[in-house]
C-alpha cells in the first residue's frame, strides 16, 4: 500500500524557517518524481514545486512566486522529500502535501497534509 | 505560463443529474498533460482522470474527461451523494512547473 506521511510542520514567526518532510513507503521511492502541493483555509490548491529521480539529476522546479524562499531535496536512503522554507510570509500559511507523480504525469497518490502557520 | 480556467465557480444540483464542469486554458495544451482531482472537506485530493479522457485507478465510469486544445470537460453522469465536492483541473508535463485551476464547488442543491 502507497503511503504518503508528511511531518514538521507548525507554526512559525514571520521571517523563520522549517522543514517539512514527506516518508514514502510502499513503492520504489527512489525511482519517483514527488511534489509539493500548498492549500491555504479555503483556497485552491496551488503547486510549489517537484524534484525528480537520481536518473534525471535529481531536477528540481518551482513556482514562480516563491522567488527562491524554498528548496525541495530527498534522501532515497530513507525513502523521504523535504521541503525547505525560509524567510516564511504570513501567506505561506497552509497545509501542504506531498504527492507522488504517476508515470506520464499528473498526481496518483497525496499525503494527509501537513498545516504550516506562519504568524507572530 | 499557462492559466486554467474553471466554471462555474459553484454548480448547485440535485443527487441523480448530471453534472458538467468546464476547465479552460490560457493557451492550447496537449491533452495528455490534463487531470481532474476530487477534494472534499478535511481530505487530500483524489486522481480521477489524467491525460484528460483516462479514469484513475478506482474511479466509478461515472466520472468521464474530455475536450482538447483549450477547452476541456468533467461529466458526472449521475450525481451520488458521495459526488458532492471540489474538483480541480491540472496543467502538468509539457513544462516544469504545473499549474491548477481554481476549482469548482459542486453542492447539493
Known amino acids: 500500500e502507497v503511503q504518503l506521511v508528511e511531518s514538521g510542520g507548525g507554526l512559525v514567526q514571520p521571517g523563520g524557517s522549517l522543514k517539512l518532510s514527506c516518508a514514502a513507503s510502499g513503492f520504489t521511492f527512489s525511482g519517483s518524481t514527488m511534489h509539493w502541493v500548498r492549500q491555504a483555509s479555503g483556497k485552491g490548491l496551488e503547486w510549489v514545486g517537484r524534484?525528480?529521480?537520481?536518473?534525471?539529476?535529481?531536477?528540481?522546479a518551482y513556482d514562480a512566486s516563491l522567488k527562491g524562499r524554498f528548496t525541495i531535496s530527498r534522501d532515497d536512503s530513507k525513502n523521504t522529500a523535504y521541503l525547505q522554507m525560509n524567510n516564511l510570509k504570513t501567506e505561506d500559511t497552509a497545509v501542504y502535501y506531498c504527492?507522488?507523480?504517476?508515470?506520464?504525469?499528473?498526481?496518483?497518490?497525496w499525503g494527509q497534509g501537513n498545516l504550516v502557520t506562519v504568524s507572530s | 505560463e499557462i492559466v486554467l480556467t474553471q466554471s462555474p465557480g459553484t454548480l448547485s444540483l440535485s443527487p441523480g443529474e448530471r453534472a458538467t464542469l468546464s476547465c479552460r486554458a490560457s493557451?492550447?495544451?496537449?491533452?495528455?498533460?490534463l487531470a481532474w482531482y476530487q477534494q472534499k472537506p478535511g481530505q487530500a485530493p483524489r486522481l480521477l482522470i489524467y491525460g484528460a479522457s483516462s479514469r484513475a485507478t478506482g474511479i466509478p465510469d461515472r466520472f468521464s474527461g474530455s475536450g482538447s486544445g483549450t477547452d476541456f470537460t468533467l461529466t458526472i453522469s449521475r450525481l451520488e451523494p458521495e459526488d458532492f465536492a471540489v474538483y480541480y483541473c491540472q496543467h502538468y508535463g509539457s513544462s516544469p512547473t504545473w499549474t491548477f485551476g481554481q476549482g469548482t464547488k459542486v453542492e447539493i442543491k
Open positions: 524534484i525528480r529521480s537520481k536518473a534525471n539529476n535529481y531536477a528540481t
Open positions: 504527492a507522488r507523480q504517476r508515470t506520464g504525469g499528473s498526481n496518483d497518490f
Open positions: 493557451q492550447s495544451v496537449s491533452s495528455s498533460y
